[in-house]
């Protein structure tokens, strides 16, 4: 399957970000976007997301009209942003667990199954698993925030990351980098938002999109 983005237009307020962006996504494919800021990185990704509304264009899954917010829709996708969406008064073992979706009728922190996230622990986060979310440092945060993509490894899934690795030290960052090849390596998609180049080893393409100033079609250029 290839997610396609298609003469996409966007808005902030009554300014123009661009117009006319195109690009695609094959299965496996890691596409990296870089720009200043404010060039509307995140802004492409939440209308991917289906969070912004779309002034002009299409984003499309095999031709077809992609939207993510359906609930009959095809395609699997995790977002991770700015708010890292943790609840600062639980242990960031309670914060994986409603993360995987197993709380259920028992209390938070009821001894569930976060193997798939703590057979490796590629992240470190067995050092502070029972500490308060509020109490971890930016990286520590992050780093378990993200560790949410461990239960999104399926090959029809969708990755939106927006600034994954910019509070990572160089380990997180190679652990990052390690939970992005496993996805790759199982046909799944990767769209993210850095100003951190990726490795080298990891295969990747990345996006340039200019400055608010740079409207049109050729705001948008490739690079492997």
């Not at 914060?95 to 938070?108: C, E, R, T």
């Amino acid at each position: 399957m290839t997610i396609e983005l298609r003469a996409i237009a966007l808005k902030r307020g009554s300014r123009w970000l661009y117009e006319d962006i195109n690009l695609q996504i094959k299965a496996g494919e890691v596409a990296v976007l870089r720009g200043p800021n404010g060039c509307g990185k995140s802004s492409l990704l939440r209308a991917v997301a289906g969070f912004l509304p779309l002034e002009e264009g299409h984003v499309l899954l095999n031709g077809a009209p992609l939207d993510l917010q359906d609930t009959e829709c095809p395609l699997q996708a995790s977002w991770y942003g700015s708010n890292d969406g943790l609840n600062g008064e639980f242990t960031a073992r309670q914060n994986l667990q409603i993360m995987a979706g197993l709380v259920g009728a028992g209390p938070v922190g009821s001894g569930k199954d976060l193997s798939p996230v703590l057979e490796r622990d590629i992240f470190g986060l067995t050092s502070f698993l029972d500490i308060e979310a509020r109490l971890l440092s930016t990286g520590q945060r992050q780093r378990l925030a993200l560790s949410n993509l461990h239960f999104n490894l399926g090959p029809s899934a969708l990755w939106l990351l927006d600034e994954p690795n910019s509070g990572l030290d160089a380990d997180g960052r190679t652990a990052f980098e390690a939970l992005l090849a496993a996805h790759q390596a199982k046909g799944g998609y990767v769209l993210m938002a850095s100003h951190i180049a990726l490795a080298e080893s990891l295969p990747h393409t990345t996006f340039e999109i200019g400055g608010p100033e740079n409207i049109g079609t050729d705001n948008i250029g490739m690079e492997r």
